[in-house]
């Protein structure tokens, strides 16, 4: 089992994922970089370039028991691993990112976040405020819970405004009275 080709998530620099990944092509390894195109400005210009879907991620298709080349490629953090033991990736979770990527569907990253867990505000008024999510809707928007003046606001934002926090998630009870949360 270990010596057959899986693929692996690498964790490398930030900002030099495609380097890395052409550090890895010339060695001899397969290597996927999921790209997505965003529109940048600059002074007076707009652009559209090209960035990693995972930012700080790379795959990379190797033996296991041949890690070492792979993880001294400049760039290279580490393999993604459970228990110290590196975790493979299905292909079939790379042949779906392969497909999203060339279909051309409108893909950007966006944080991962889950009822409970606790958020930073990072756009618009509210910005530096933290709170707690307390939703998270279809159509790309999650409702968060914000103390001010030692009352909850909720306030409907997009997912891409908010950086998850450390901490334990916010255990969240709902009464059976309409309009009544209490977040402990």
């Known amino acids: ?5 899986q693929w692996y998530a690498l964790q490398v620099k930030p900002r030099v994922e495609k380097n890395t990944a052409r550090l890895l092509e010339e060695k001899g390894f397969e290597s996927f970089l999921p790209l997505y195109h965003c529109r940048r400005q600059w002074r007076h210009r707009i652009a559209t370039v090209e960035m990693p879907l995972f930012p700080g991620y790379l795959f990379c298709r190797f033996k296991a028991c041949m890690r070492m080349p792979v993880l001294t490629t400049p760039g290279v953090f580490s393999i993604l691993s459970v228990a110290k033991i590196p975790a493979p990736v299905p292909d079939q979770e790379i042949e779906a990112i392969r497909r999203l990527v060339e279909a051309g569907s409108n893909l950007e990253p966006l944080p991962y976040v889950t009822e409970g867990q606790r958020v930073r505000i990072e756009n618009g008024p509210l910005r530096g405020t933290e709170g707690i999510v307390i939703g998270v809707r279809k159509g790309r928007r999650i409702t968060v819970s914000v103390g001010l003046l030692q009352r909850s606001v909720a ?30």
């Open 1 to 5: 089992m270990l010596n057959i080709y």
């Open 155 to 184: 306030a409907e934002l997009c997912p891409d405004s908010v950086v998850t926090v450390l901490g334990p998630p916010i255990v969240s009870l709902v009464s059976t009275q309409p309009d009544a949360t209490w977040m402990y």
